[in-house]
């Protein structure tokens, strides 16, 4: 691939050569610290305490709750996501029993704390429960929760389109969920075979028709590149199918190819899968077309029209970056239900067991079904608001930081902004006395520049030869 540089719009510039120099491994920041820093010693006693000490803060505190359902009927080779994968749909009979349970839990733990804003259903797949079950679900969060109203809060639910027809799309807009996100990957057939998820286009099309027939605020569509038998030319014809649609959200995420981490992935044919640079060339395609066809550039792998409320948060500050994905609703605390699912309340993150025998006897002894977390200290508080504001804002105020101690945080920062001296000779930022801006050139690493604050990247590690933890940067 040449090393053209393409300046696309104003937002977003794509160096071919400078992402190719600078692609690394690195963290996707979510949370910070990242969910490979939690210690199992953290337990229900240091989540009921991180919660009691945020009950002592000036209120009210919105909240956010996410639940997961991990029931899928068919694999996804690429998956990463902790699933199960079964036709039986009487298992949800039994996780839903569950849940109810650590909803009791967790409703009465932070009860009185503040409305819910936020509701997001991630999986899996969500729409494995049936009408009736979901019903009966988000009755028992609306009796144990206090939810805002239809046009304050964002509440939504990942599809399958493949599961679901116009009927229950409108149906579950009547259950109170007012954004939805579909999965496509890619539309190319080849590909689908190869990652076995087929999924014709007039499907997928017919359920976001469907969704904005039904009035959800939002309709993203989750794409894919770098998967097996992709290439520059079939993601671009899945693009003008993508574009053509209109969805109010796209996110374009690089597939991590980490079979010695997922089992799923060890079923692709390494034969099939693009090199580098072919990889590279689909990201410059997935920015040039998108910013073309009018979508704003958010940051990492997201896009938006510029009137849906993603565009207009980063435009007033309000961009939110959590275990979802960017969010339109700042300072949430997240409450995390069901197997897997990672809670950030106060000055602490908690995840729930990762497997369902585990997370069943921890409710049958009638605790918190937790495996293990991390309580944040102060370092960690500001480092957190450091990466989430360059990851939503792309700058950074140093007379916004609270520092402990109050010091300066040329200072406190001295050696990460040494770190980010490279950075801003190739461009990518530029720094002062009051702050750092990163610039368009910038933006598509932003993993990159937030990873110089990281302090547990630069902690002694072990040894030998260590395989990757994260997926690449770009």
Do not use: W
Not at 184 to 189: A, E, K, L, M, S
Not at 199 to 205: D, G, L
């Amino acid at each position: 691939m040449s090393s053209t540089v393409i300046p696309i719009a104003r937002s977003v510039e794509f160096d071919a050569a400078l992402v190719r120099k600078l692609d690394r491994h690195g963290p996707r920041y979510t949370s910070y610290p990242t969910a490979d820093r939690f210690d199992a010693g953290f337990g229900p006693g240091a989540y009921r305490q991180a919660v009691a000490a945020l009950r002592g803060q000036p209120g009210p505190h919105a909240l956010s709750l996410y639940v997961h359902i991990p029931f899928c009927e068919s694999l996804c080779y690429y998956c990463a996501c902790n699933k199960i994968i079964t036709q039986d749909h009487g298992k949800a009979v039994q996780y839903l029993d569950y849940l109810a349970r650590e909803i009791a839990l967790q409703a009465e733990l932070v009860a009185g704390l503040g409305p819910v804003t936020q509701l997001h259903f991630g999986g899996g797949t969500p729409t494995f429960l049936s009408d009736a079950q979901m019903d009966g679900l988000l009755a028992d969060l609306r009796r144990r929760f206090a939810f805002a109203a239809d046009d304050a809060g964002e509440f939504s639910i990942e599809v399958d389109p493949r599961t679901v027809d116009a009927a229950r799309v409108h149906t579950l807009r009547r259950q109170g969920f007012n954004r939805i996100s579909l999965g496509v990957q890619d539309f190319d057939p080849d590909v689908q075979r190869a990652v076995n998820r087929i999924q014709p286009h007039a499907e997928t099309i017919a359920v976001l028709d469907a969704a904005r027939a039904a009035g959800f605020c939002s309709i993203s569509i989750d794409l894919i590149y770098g998967l097996p038998r992709q290439s520059v030319t079939s993601i671009g014809a899945t693009l003008d199918q993508v574009i053509a649609a209109r969805p109010d959200r796209i996110a374009v995420y690089n597939y991590a190819h980490m079979p010695h981490l997922f089992k799923a992935q060890r079923l692709i044919d390494p034969q099939d899968m693009p090199h580098a640079e072919a990889k590279l060339a689909m990201l410059g395609v997935c920015i040039e077309r998108l910013t073309a066809a009018g979508y704003v550039y958010i940051g990492m792998d997201h896009f938006a029209l510029p009137d849906d409320d993603l565009a207009r948060s980063q435009a007033s500050g309000q961009l939110q970056r959590n275990f979802q994905g960017y969010s339109t609703h700042a300072a949430a605390h997240m409450v995390a239900l069901g197997v897997s699912a990672i809670s950030a309340l106060g000055r602490c993150y908690a995840q729930n067991e990762k497997s369902l025998n585990a997370y069943y006897d921890r409710l049958d002894a009638g605790e918190l079904p937790l495996a293990r977390g991390t309580a944040l200290d102060d370092d960690d508080l500001l480092r957190r608001d450091v990466i989430g504001t360059l990851m939503c804002d792309f700058a950074l105020d140093f007379a916004a930081l609270a520092i402990p101690g109050g010091i300066p945080a040329a200072q406190y920062f001295a050696a990460e902004l040494e770190r980010l001296r490279p950075m801003e000779e190739q461009g990518l930022l530029c720094m002062g006395s009051r702050g750092i801006k990163v610039r368009p050139r910038g933006r598509l690493l932003i993993r990159n520049i937030c990873m110089a604050f990281d302090r547990y990247l630069y902690a002694a590690v072990p040894e030998g030869p260590q395989r990757p933890r994260y997926s690449r940067t770009i």
